[in-house]
């Protein structure tokens, strides 16, 4: 038989023994499920709580760096294709100089500024395709349009210039363009010249806001730096790095003390119901298994009753952060800690698969 | 075929306490086709013995030979190899799995042999036809009377036509219709070479063996 054959035969084996056995199967589970459950539901809140924070912190832009330059200082849309050969950025947009405009329906209506903007990723903002005439339409904000009285993004406008602008659609603001609201822009193609007065570069991580901002200034290419003025969030970045190492020191200090308690219990119940089975141990050592076998039985079949119950727990404890409004950790932790709770089974179950395995068939075979 | 020796203890001690043996220097052949009942007061090591030469117990001094050759001091993943391929065991109370239905506890040693399943259950059903306890075959344990329960545990010692067959108290507690079938079935597996070897304090199977072994 293939290697691959006999441990089907294992698995199909543990799988129905398991079955087998309702009441040792369903505590196996519950236990499982109750670590998991336990530690989401303490952990996985604190987890969540830092998520939180650091979401927050991080909407405010610890990871963006903005260039404003002066009309004369010489920085143009160029300057996004030199970015784009820098590694460590997420984003990179450029808008010119404001110009106001107005509704063109009403004359002496608000006015607010209108920007040029270049980005590659313009998709970020709620744009997935970019107009035929560049200079004829534009996007605005849902603050922008409410100042400008199309709150249905219906109408045009015009600037002091005359020259008019169909508007298309609405942008989505993120947080880090918050600060030029209220936002119109006239999307341009990259190829489209144009001088750029405010330059906004997003780095992948907080840690890498100094790096990139070297980086981001020895590209611009202006005529006059001194025209120039780069602001980054490097002090809210070493903020946030310190925040975010003393709630994972913490979360995980209590990760590790939540699962040593509950895997002692598991593995304590676990070898109780081991010693229950030792007769059915004894009977399969005296009739050929190996030790090795009963330990692969054994390890296995704990391991199938820890993943459902695994899996049980961590569906019950995000149910149950999500009905006490309490911030879901994130599927990456919950995914983790499902896997170490199943990994943490199998191992509180190796003891007693050992203690099995070495039980002496006689003594739970020979009838008194 | 009764001149192949199939298995042999040689010299064997063994004392679940060192120093006071159960068994002492003991020496015995059996032979292919050969039904042998070991005999004796209870307490003298009969059981004992008969888990020796299964090789469940390690003799202190001595060796049990198969073929020839000592298994008995051999790693435990041989031993239980052996156990596993050339043993078919009768336990004293069957020792059948409560949980399991009957077919499963048949067929339960294909997973120790690494044997495919399928041709094992189609022999389990021709044993179970043999044996009278066909219709049992879904049934647990706990609903099958004891003379069943000791016939499933035979249909499960030959399901492998194990070489050497080893019972402990077969017919202990069977009526004698059930008893006939039982040592029916042992001289059955003797005729095709298996040595045999029987505790027993029945009289009338230890009439019906070759040959008698008292401790």
């Given amino acids: ?368 | 075929m009764v001149d192949t020796i199939r298995l042999a203890a040689r010299d064997i001690t063994f004392g679940y306490v060192p120093t006071a043996p159960i068994l002492s220097d003991w020496s015995a052949d059996f032979h292919a086709g050969e039904v042998v009942a070991i005999t004796g007061p209870s307490g003298r090591g009969k059981s004992t013995l008969l888990y020796v030469l299964g090789l469940m117990l390690k003799p202190t001094a001595g060796q049990v030979q198969i073929d020839g050759t000592d298994a008995a001091h051999r790693r435990d993943a041989d031993r239980a190899g052996l156990r596993a391929h050339q043993y078919g065991f009768v336990f004293q109370d069957a020792a059948l799995d409560a949980t399991r239905t009957v077919l499963d506890n048949i067929i339960e040693t294909t997973l120790y042999r690494g044997t495919p399943r399928k041709p094992a259950i189609r022999r389990a059903h021709e044993l179970m036809d043999q044996f009278g306890v066909a219709l049992r075959a879904g049934a647990k344990p706990g609903q099958v009377s004891g003379g069943q329960a000791q016939r499933i545990a035979l249909c499960r010692a030959l399901l492998n036509d194990p070489q050497i067959l080893l019972a402990d108290e077969p017919t202990g507690n069977l009526d004698p219709a059930s008893s006939d079938l039982v040592v029916d079935a042992v001289h059955a597996q003797a005729h095709r070479g298996a040595a045999v070897i029987v505790v027993t304090h029945d009289p009338a199977l230890v009439a019906r063996c070759d040959r008698r072994l008292e401790l």
């Fill in chain 1, 1 to 368: 038989m293939s290697a691959l054959r006999r441990w089907a035969a294992v698995v199909r084996e543990a799988l129905a023994t398991a079955w087998a056995q309702p009441v040792a199967s369903v505590v196996t589970i519950v236990m499982v499920a109750g670590m998991c459950a336990t530690v989401l539901l303490t952990t996985g809140r604190t987890v969540g709580a830092e998520q939180a924070v650091l979401g927050s912190i991080d909407s405010e832009g610890t990871r963006s760096i903005i260039i404003r330059a002066d009309t004369d200082a010489g920085l143009d849309a160029t300057v996004l294709d030199r970015l784009a050969h820098i590694d460590g950025i997420q984003w990179a947009g450029a808008f010119g100089i404001a110009q106001d405009v107005t509704n063109l329906q009403f004359a002496g209506a608000t006015k607010v500024p209108m920007r040029l903007a270049w980005s590659s990723q313009l998709n970020h903002l709620g744009i997935t395709t970019l107009p035929p005439v560049s200079n004829a339409s534009i996007w605005a904000s849902p603050t922008a349009l409410a100042g400008l009285g199309m709150p249905d993004a219906v109408g045009a406008v015009v600037d002091d210039s005359g020259v008019d602008f169909a508007v298309t659609g609405s942008l989505t603001v993120p947080d880090f363009l918050a600060f030029l609201e209220p936002l119109v822009i006239a999307p341009q193609t990259e190829n489209t010249p144009g001088t750029v007065a405010v330059l906004i570069v997003i780095a992948d991580r907080p840690d890498l806001v100094a790096p990139v901002s070297d980086a981001v200034r020895s590209v611009l290419a202006v005529t006059d730096p001194a025209k120039v003025t780069l602001t980054t969030s490097e002090n809210l970045a070493a903020l946030r790095g310190l925040v975010e190492g003393q709630l994972d020191s913490f979360g995980r200090s209590l990760v590790v003390v939540v699962f040593a308690l509950t895997a002692v219990l598991v593995a304590a119940i676990l070898y109780g119901l081991v010693m229950l089975r030792r007769k059915d141990f004894g009977r399969r050592r005296a009739l050929g298994a190996s030790q090795a076998l009963i330990i692969s039985l054994l390890l296995t079949q704990t391991g199938a009753l820890a993943l459902v119950g695994a899996t049980i727990g961590s569906i019950a404890a995000s149910i149950g952060l999500t009905a006490s409004g309490d911030p879901l950790p994130g599927w990456d932790f919950v995914g983790a800690v499902a896997l170490l709770s199943t990994t943490i089974g199998v191992i509180a179950a190796l003891v007693p698969a050992l203690a099995a395995a070495r039980r002496d068939p006689l003594k739970e075979l020979r009838v008194p």
